[in-house]
């Protein structure tokens, strides 16, 4: 279970642009769970799932992962769980153009302890669930931004992570795209996994287990 205790971000604190980007959101996320952040752009979103998964530091507040506060971990302890228990579907971590889908998924599996590799198999029956196993051996600048979205998540996904953070998964996409999406977080927790995402796709709500709507970072 994740559980956010008043969590605030305030960007540029002090100066003339200060924004206070999250205001003291407090919110449950059980396991084996789907749940959705949703809100006007500009709400905090993004915001609040960064710092769930613990790539930006809050301003205030707690996170507690099955009841230990990681923002009392060392950065070390943060990364390797990070590492071992994440995975992330953001637009602005951009796949490189000038490598082929499979080296895009496999080449990030270097930083941890693992032969790459040994994941061929596995990356390339994601690829098919995902209906793009042919566009495998394709470099990822000659891929559609459907095809890049869901090579991103074949990417998050190969080492079965327990948590998977999903900013606007299906924003780029086109319908049958969207119902794969659907289908897969979906299956990813009838197999013991937690999903949080933000979205504004009402299909995507409807598969959530819970739907936490904010407004000028404010949960409401
Ligand atoms: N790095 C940053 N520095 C300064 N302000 C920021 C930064 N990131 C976000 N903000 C501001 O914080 C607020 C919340 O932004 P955030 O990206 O979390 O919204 P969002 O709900 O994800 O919006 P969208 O639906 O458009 O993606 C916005 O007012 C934004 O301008
Ligand atoms: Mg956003």
Partial sequence: MIEVRNLTKIFNRGKFNETAAVVDVSLKVKDRSIVALTGPSGCGKTTLLSMIGLILTPTSGEI?????????????WRTMFRRQSFGFIFQHINLLPQYTT???I?????SSDVDPWEYEGKAREWLSRLGIADRAEHLVEQLSGGEQQRAAFVRALIKDPKYVFADEPTVFVDEETSRIIYKVFSSLRDSGKTVLLSTHDPELMKIADETYRFCKGRLV
């Fill in 64 to 76: 507690l992962y099955d009841g230990e506060n990681v923002l009392l971990a060392s950065d070390f």
């Fill in 106 to 110: 496999l080449l990030p599996l270097y």
């Fill in 102 to 104: 499979l080296e895009n």
